[in-house]
């Protein structure tokens, strides 16, 4: 692995105009630097530069669609293989990770309440804390991680990496109120009268977004959001047919197939997938099957049926399971809960151009604001957040 960073390191040309940080990083992570200092043996300014910038960056260099980013902007790429970014940023960022010294600002007295520990919250909690703010994070499941711990699989996302976070935010001073969830007997303006002067939303987007088919209730459909979060609660049986063709789709099959599913095969409305090229192709590599212009039209305890887009015949495919990954909404129990809270116009939560929702003092971002995107998106968004909140916690 090391040898292989170093070679990485040493092909990438130092350009003046990074189309890696400008073009394909939505954090603009400064990738020149990063590799400039790593080269010159100064790994910890390499790794403190990249956690300033972005507070997920180990999380970032194994899950992002990097050959759509950083790696598919390099320049290397044009006329070859672009430079190999992502295993450069995550050598340097899990190898210093502990020795990082996280120093906060002296304590400024205000408190401040996080809901939802996903990426959105985690990025929004680190940041405050670091200003010295007084932070409580509310989870609704029992560690946190949000989406990238019961929603991506542990080969793409080691948990491990995600205990480290948890280790690293308690000794920031950030508290934790795990299975709890704001929204039931406790609602935002509980915590406002307990006096935290700003909270946060971060809830992400764990609703299943539903075919709207016959059979949908049937006892051999599933949801990819909820197979993911514990797939050995779940007897798929040996074939297994899905629907979707994101990235959502290209986990839950690679799953199914290390859980013991025999035949498993994703059923592609369009010509091609959707999901990025990395993933679709180690997809095929572990044994997934592909079948195109396949529209379904009703699920039966048999199997699913499918249009043929191109021939128009309707065919049932036996199968013992059926797992449907066409995306997620986000909950509605904040919004249910809170009347003043307001919807956009995709139904998502409302929040004007600093991230205020309709509620003063109360910010959201993430997949609960957006639907669901993908991490770096929620990162950075959220960095910009987190200093809307503390200028509106400073001018009370």
């Known amino acids: 692995m090391s040898v ?20 394909g990083c939505p954090i603009h992570t400064n990738i020149p630097k990063m590799i400039k200092l790593f080269k010159e043996n100064q790994m910890m300014e390499a790794a403190e530069m990249l956690f300033a910038n972005n507070p997920l960056s ?10 759509s980013q950083c790696e598919g902007n390099c320049v290397r790429g044009i006329k070859g293989e672009p430079v190999h970014i992502s295993s450069i940023e995550n050598y340097i960022s899990d190898s210093c990770f502990e020795r990082l010294e996280l120093k906060p600002a002296p ?37 946190i991680g949000g989406i990238l711990r019961y929603g991506i699989p542990e080969f793409r996302l080691p948990k491990s990496i995600l205990d480290r976070y948890y280790k690293k935010m308690r000794e920031l001073g950030i508290k934790f109120r795990p299975n709890f969830s704001i929204g039931g007997s406790t ?34 459909v599933f949801y990819a959001i909820n197979y993911l979060n514990n797939p050995d609660v779940y007897e ?6 899905i629907i979707g063709a994101g990235n959502a789709a290209m986990d839950v099959a690679r799953t199914a197939i ?50 043929d887009t191109e021939t128009g015949e309707e065919t049932l495919v036996p199968a013992d399971s059926v797992i449907i990954a066409i995306s997620q ?13 307001k919807l956009n116009e995709k139904g998502n939560l409302y929040t004007n151009e600093s991230g205020e929702t309709s509620l003063p003092g109360v910010f959201a971002s993430g997949d609960v604001v957006t639907g669901a995107k993908t991490v770096v998106a929620a990162v950075a968004v959220s960095k910009q957040i987190a200093e809307d909140m503390d200028r509106y916690m400073r001018e009370l």
């Open 258 to 307: 290390r859980h013991g599913s025999k035949e498993v095969v994703v059923y592609v409305r369009g010509e091609e997938v959707s999901a990025s090229k990395s993933e679709f192709e180690y997809a095929k590599v572990d044994g997934v099957k592909f079948e195109y212009k396949k529209q379904i039209v009703r699920i039966l305890d048999e199997g699913p049926v499918f249009l």
């Open 58 to 67: 180990m999380v970032c260099s194994l899950v992002c669609n990097h050959e």
């Open 329 to 341: 909404v986000p909950q509605d129990r904040i919004v249910t809960h809170e009347k003043d809270l």
């Open 4 to 23: 292989h960073v170093i070679d990485e390191a040493n092909r990438c040309l130092g350009c003046a105009n990074p189309r890696c940080r400008e073009n």
């Open 187 to 220: 609602g935002i303006q509980d915590l406002l009268n307990d006096g935290y002067k700003s909270v946060f939303i971060g809830t992400g987007a764990w609703r299943p977004r539903k075919l709207g088919v016959p059979g949908e209730t049937f006892g051999n």
């Open 107 to 143: 304590s400024n007295g205000m408190k401040a309440a996080v809901i939802g520990a996903g990426p959105a919250g985690i990025t929004i909690a680190i940041i405050l804390a670091l200003k010295g703010y007084s932070i409580t994070v509310f989870e609704t499941h029992d560690k």
């Open 236 to 241: 798929l049986g040996d074939k297994v047919a």
